[in-house]
């Protein structure tokens, strides 16, 4: 056992467990950190900010041992680490959970927290009963009731965060790094994962914590250090500053308003579902969306928000319903269809979903439209470049070269191409779901102008959003969602954050 675990902790007692100074990471023709810096004292949660690009990943993945420093000093506990290896970093307590998580969906909870470090009977196999028995005061401690047993594929992406926290725990570390762990989580579950945060500080571990949900940090934080452009701009008290001041800090300047106003008119239905079913998952689902209108889709997690979204789309069958666009009945069975009827989906993992990673920025944003650069006996590549180029300069897409492989851009960036990729095949009706998940501040308000001048200019869109001020900020018009059905429909004038969450919540037709 490490010397300082199930050291007693007196809170208040500032004693610094990490210091990182001077820290470069050079990657082939980019500085991605230069002389970065990072305090944080034990049984404290220390945000880190910044805007995609900034660093912080690098800096954490350093810590981690993912990545190895080409410069600078790491000192934990009063020990200088020369070199860090994920196999050194977790000897010595610190823990990494990523927004992707990392956990082998066929093992169960037990094996997942214990992976790599299962109790043996004899050094030959594994002892189950104590395997088991272990992951449960694990799960007990974080007031879970997750059956060790189960496998984390039957889980949902809530538990599986847990779990994630679970293993870290297992490993008795001292330092927790947390990328993004409220991304995918509900009101009610990121209030779970704040009180298991409160209580992991409580016993005197230290936790990084990287979000872009500026509004989370006073719920949390001790600290917030900034980062811009690989540097260390500044660190805070989270008492002492402001989130216009936050945000001033992060992009260099003081952004407009984040919602700004907009004066457009909002036409006849362009777009119309009749009696849509999908079992189990969607129930007589019925909408219509109107030209240049921006139609907020509420809901919480497993309500059937992306079902409905892939389902419009072509890209599940569905049992029955009706579609029509422009007043025609219109067949969408396929994605191929939809984007022939003028439909464009920005999908919720443009990893996984939007985008072919190793390929190009370039390819990737004519990949919905190639026919319309074909020629007699090949494509008209200089017509191609020529729309690339004037895509990237309309949503102002971050990025060396046409050429870049779209992986190493950031995630506004990448979310961008996703958004030229349909503008190019001539959509006329956008499905956005989850449009702004996992990009900074500056980059969700370029995605929110996009959105504007996408309507002003007469297309319409559909978005689905589980962060509610976006869906008060950009909507139009609200449907709010709860178990495969529309319970709901606000005015934007009229919504307010609890209404929504009365509908989401079965708004008196369920009982929770």
Not at 214 to 228: N, Y
Not at 252 to 271: M, N, S, T
Not at 324 to 337: C, E, H, L, W
Not at 403 to 408: A, E, F, G, M, S
């Amino acid at each position: 056992m490490h010397p300082h675990y199930g050291q007693i902790f007196i809170k208040g007692y500032d004693v610094r467990i990490l210091e990182m100074t001077g820290i470069i990471k050079e990657f082939p023709g980019v500085l991605s950190l230069d002389n970065a810096s990072l305090q944080v004292e034990k049984g404290e949660v220390h945000i880190v900010v910044g805007e995609n690009g900034a660093g912080k990943s690098t800096l954490v993945k350093i810590l981690a041992g993912a990545y190895e420093r080409n410069g600078g000093t790491i000192i934990i506990d009063g020990v200088n680490y020369h070199r860090i290896t994920p196999k050194i970093a977790q000897e010595i307590g610190i823990s990494i959970i990523y927004q992707e998580l990392n956990l082998v969906q066929q093992l169960s909870v037990a094996e997942n927290i214990f992976l790599g470090r299962e109790p043996m009977k004899k050094g030959l196999r594994i002892d189950w009963n104590t395997l088991y028995k272990n992951a449960s005061l694990i799960l007990d401690r974080m007031n879970l009731s997750i059956d060790p047993r189960s496998k984390v594929r039957d889980l949902g992406i809530a538990e599986q965060q847990m779990v994630e926290v679970a293993k870290a725990l297992s490993q008795k570390s001292r330092i927790i790094i947390m990328d993004e762990p409220t991304a995918v989580l509900t009101e009610k579950e990121i209030n779970n994962l704040f009180s298991i945060i409160h209580q992991i500080k409580s016993d005197g571990i230290s936790i990084i914590y990287i979000s872009h949900r500026l509004e989370e940090f006073e719920r949390i934080g001790d600290r917030i250090t900034v980062m811009r452009d690989g540097k260390t701009i500044t660190t805070v008290d989270v008492d002492k500053i402001t989130i216009p001041a936050l945000i001033k800090l992060m992009v260099g300047r003081e952004l407009k308003e984040q919602y700004p106003e907009v004066h457009k008119q909002i036409g006849d239905c362009v777009f119309e579902i009749r009696n849509l079913n999908r079992d189990p998952v969607l129930k007589n689902i019925n909408l219509k969306l109107r030209k240049g209108e921006i139609l907020g889709i509420a809901g919480l997690v497993g309500s059937g928000r992306t079902e409905l979204a892939r389902a419009m789309f072509g890209a599940d069958p569905v049992n029955s319903g009706e579609i029509f666009i422009n007043g025609q009945k219109t067949a969408i069975n396929s994605p191929y269809r939809a984007i022939k009827c003028g439909l464009g989906f920005v999908t919720e993992d443009r990893k996984q979903q939007g985008l072919v990673l190793p390929m190009s920025v370039g390819h990737n944003m004519t990949l919905a439209n190639l026919n319309a650069f074909s020629g007699k006996l090949h494509l008209n590549l200089n017509q191609e470049k020529s729309a690339i180029r004037e895509y990237i300069g309309k949503l102002g897409i971050r990025t060396p070269s046409l050429d870049q492989k779209v992986l190493n851009l950031s995630g506004g960036n990448q979310q961008k191409v996703v958004l030229a990729k349909w503008m190019l095949s001539k959509s006329q009706i956008f499905i956005f779901d989850e449009p702004t998940r996992g990009i900074d501040v500056r980059a969700k308000a370029e995605v929110y102008a996009l959105m504007n001048a996408l309507t002003e200019g007469g297309a319409s869109v559909i978005m689905i959003s589980s962060d509610l001020p976006e869906i008060l900020g950009m909507s139009d018009r609200i449907l709010v969602m709860c178990r495969g059905e529309i319970l709901g429909e606000l005015p934007a004038r009229e919504a307010t954050q609890e209404k929504i969450l009365y509908y989401a919540a079965g708004g008196g037709k369920y009982i929770a």
